[in-house]
């Protein structure tokens, strides 16, 4: 059952992140490089794109949908209502395409029509059934009246910012200009305050500077609220991200057990059943031999006797492989027990669980301690290991720790992939941490179920 992984460790260091060579550092404060950095001026962007976009998605939806329901007392309603809600569709798309260039937000398509019947009336009725549709549709909705909110106060805040921190660059326009001593902060019939000298010039373009390293952070928090609609209602809903999930699932797990089966398969035709082969023919051999020679016959014997005894461990090797008898009969303890003491490197093991789980989840748990140990055994040059296992609340967590020289990497393709995959078939989780040098920690973390209680 060990799985081969090769070049998992050793590989050397890195943070595990795409691209990461290392932490960027910068001279500037975050909240001073916002007003200049692309991110900001993207989310300006999409905040100003938005108000256009919104008015034409607004004016669609409204526009289709009530000549829709004014014609659903006629034939053509229903074909209007399902091209309304297939060009909202439409307009998902777009609005998806703009998010990920503007915010960076990826999210993924929603799930295709559904075509039961062939034809415009099986199309016409995928789309009216769709929950992707009508989704698009309330965004197109909601979105335009988000849009004009965020448009105004974004443009507002952001002008404002950038108009008063340039006042002392543009403040002569108005005695030259207009007449006036300078920007008028207040006037009536017998009253009038300008900002014309150099002390409230000054406290004019600090404020300016307030407004507009706040700008950045206050359009971001209203993008974020694009962002939640984006991905709520334009990308695919929590029901079929989980079938399609467990589609993936279901995948993995035929993929194991057929892999499963071809190892049992292997293993007893080129191990068990070759011996019991030679076995079988040496027995016949000896047969015609009793008589003539009893002393080689004797020998024949003797020799498949040891045939015998390395078949049976043999056997009993492929037995512990599908499902050991330590296991069903005393339980994760002793069986981690038993395979630390056939780790080539001295292995501490702690369990602390106060009841078993099924039998599924406390076989999938042996089984990946057993693989990542013999991992140990095989690739990671450790002179200890630890094995620890207990439970927090609806999760079984297990942890091995080698001081090994570390590189192991779970997103390399390596056997530790596999193993990842089979934890995710049963919705349990694998973290890989590896630092080049070591040490390695391993932990898993698997769904918590005891056995039902029968009477």
């Given at each position: 059952m060990a799985t081969e992984y090769g070049q998992s460790y050793g590989l050397g260091g890195g943070s595990?992140?795409?691209?990461?060579?290392?932490?960027?550092?910068?001279?500037?404060?975050?909240?001073?490089?916002?007003?200049?950095?692309?991110?900001?001026?993207?989310?300006?962007?999409?905040?100003?794109?938005g108000l256009p976009v919104g008015i034409l998605l607004f004016t669609y939806a409204v526009t289709m949908m009530s000549l829709g329901a004014g014609l659903l007392v006629t034939f053509l309603g229903v074909p209007v209502l399902a091209a309304a809600l297939a060009g909202c569709r439409g307009f998902g798309a777009m609005e998806r395409v703009r998010a990920r260039a503007l915010l960076g937000l990826q999210v993924s398509d929603p799930e295709p029509l559904r075509l039961k019947k062939q034809g415009a009336m099986g199309w016409m009725g995928a789309v009216l059934?769709?929950?992707?549709?009508?989704?698009?549709?309330?965004?197109?909705?909601?979105?335009?009246?988000?849009?004009?909110?965020?448009?105004?106060?974004?443009?507002?805040?952001w002008t404002t910012g950038w108009t008063m921190l340039t006042y002392p660059l543009w403040f002569w326009v108005f005695p030259m200009y207009a007449g006036q001593d300078g920007l008028q902060l207040y006037g009536d019939e017998t009253h009038q305050v300008y900002l014309d000298n150099p002390f409230e010039i000054t406290v004019t373009a600090l404020v300016g500077l307030l407004f507009t390293l706040a700008t950045p952070w206050l359009v971001r928090a209203l993008t974020m609220v694009d962002r939640v609609?984006?991905?709520?209602?334009?990308?695919?809903?929590?029901?079929?991200?989980?079938?399609?999930?467990?589609?993936?699932?279901?995948?993995?797990?035929?993929?194991t057990a057929a892999a499963d089966l071809r190892r049992i398969e292997r293993d007893l035709h080129d191990g068990a059943q070759a011996r019991l082969v030679n076995l079988a023919m040496g027995l016949g051999l000896a047969k015609e031999k009793l008589r003539e020679d009893p002393?080689?016959?004797?020998?024949?014997?003797?020799?498949?006797?040891?045939?015998?005894?390395?078949?049976?461990?043999?056997?009993?090797?492929?037995?512990?492989?599908?499902?050991?008898?330590v296991l069903t009969d005393r339980g994760l303890d002793a069986a981690l027990s038993a395979v630390a003491s056939r780790c080539a490197v001295p292995v501490r093991v702690e369990v602390d669980l106060a009841e078993r789980p099924v039998s599924a989840i406390e076989g999938i748990a042996y089984f990946t301690v057993?693989?990542?140990?013999?991992?140990?055994?095989?690739?990671?040059?450790?002179?200890?290991?630890?094995?620890?296992?207990?439970?927090?609340?609806?999760?079984?967590?297990?942890?091995?720790?080698?001081?090994?020289?570390?590189?192991?990497?779970?997103?390399?393709?390596?056997?530790?992939?596999?193993?990842?995959?089979?934890?995710?078939?049963?919705?349990?989780?694998?973290?890989?941490?590896?630092?080049a040098g070591g040490p390695t920690r391993v932990t898993a973390e698997l769904p918590w179920r005891t056995e039902p209680v029968t009477r």
């Open positions: 595990g992140i795409p691209g990461d060579t290392g932490a960027r550092r910068h001279r500037l404060p975050a909240g001073l490089r916002a007003p200049f950095e692309a991110r900001s001026w993207r989310e300006f962007g999409y905040v100003l794109v059934k769709s929950g992707t549709s009508w989704r698009s549709l309330l965004y197109a909705l909601l979105q335009f009246p988000w849009a004009v909110f965020s448009f105004v106060v974004s443009v507002a805040v609609m984006v991905h709520g209602l334009l990308g695919p809903s929590r029901l079929a991200t989980r079938v399609v999930e467990l589609e993936s699932d279901r995948g993995a797990v035929v993929d002393r080689a016959a004797a020998v024949m014997v003797d020799e498949a006797h040891g045939e015998v005894k390395t078949a049976l461990q043999e056997l009993r090797d492929l037995a512990r492989g599908i499902h050991p008898a057993s693989e990542l140990l013999q991992n140990i055994s095989k690739h990671a040059r450790a002179t200890s290991a630890a094995v620890e296992v207990w439970r927090v609340e609806n999760r079984l967590m297990l942890q091995v720790v080698d001081n090994g020289m570390g590189g192991a990497d779970a997103s390399a393709g390596s056997g530790l992939a596999g193993l990842a995959e089979r934890l995710d078939a049963v919705d349990g989780i694998l973290v890989v941490d590896s630092p």
